[in-house]
């Protein structure tokens, strides 16, 4: 297998979905989810999805765009599906969407889409190379 098709391989191998229900708990007064909370969802899907990929420690130094095309309502079902989108040196960029789905319909479609870059930790704490 060439070196492209590894990588092809791995980044596949990455892919994360993680599913959660949207509770009231997690609502402001708008009954919608919180956007703090929608972000940390995604950070979490997108370290997983990091480092799935390198097997590395890592930490989330960007968030380089969030855009929150609708609310999510209270009592919806969500799907974060998290990519790797960008390999460099020492550092992994992950796109992450959010999709929205009614319990009761078979609509889903996307409500947030953003990117997350992580840069991958040596036993010094220093960055290190993702590959390798």
Not at 3 to 21: G, Q
């Amino acid at each position: 297998m060439t070196d492209e098709a590894l990588l092809a391989k791995r980044i596949e191998y990455a892919v994360t979905r993680v599913t959660k229900t949207v509770f009231p708990g997690r609502t402001n007064h708008h009954n919608t989810l919180f956007g703090g909370e929608a972000l940390a969802w995604m950070d979490e899907a997108a370290f997983i999805a990091a480092t799935r990929f390198c097997r590395k420690p890592l930490v989330t130094v960007c968030s380089d765009r969030v855009d929150f095309k609708e609310s999510i309502p209270a009592g919806t079902i969500i799907e974060l599906v998290a990519r790797i989108a960008h390999v460099g040196r020492t550092s992994i960029k992950v796109d992450v969407d959010i999709f929205v789905e009614n319990m009761y319909d078979d609509d889903q479609h996307k409500a947030i889409s953003g990117n997350f870059t992580f840069v991958a930790l040596g036993p010094d704490r220093k960055p290190t190379p993702v590959l390798g």
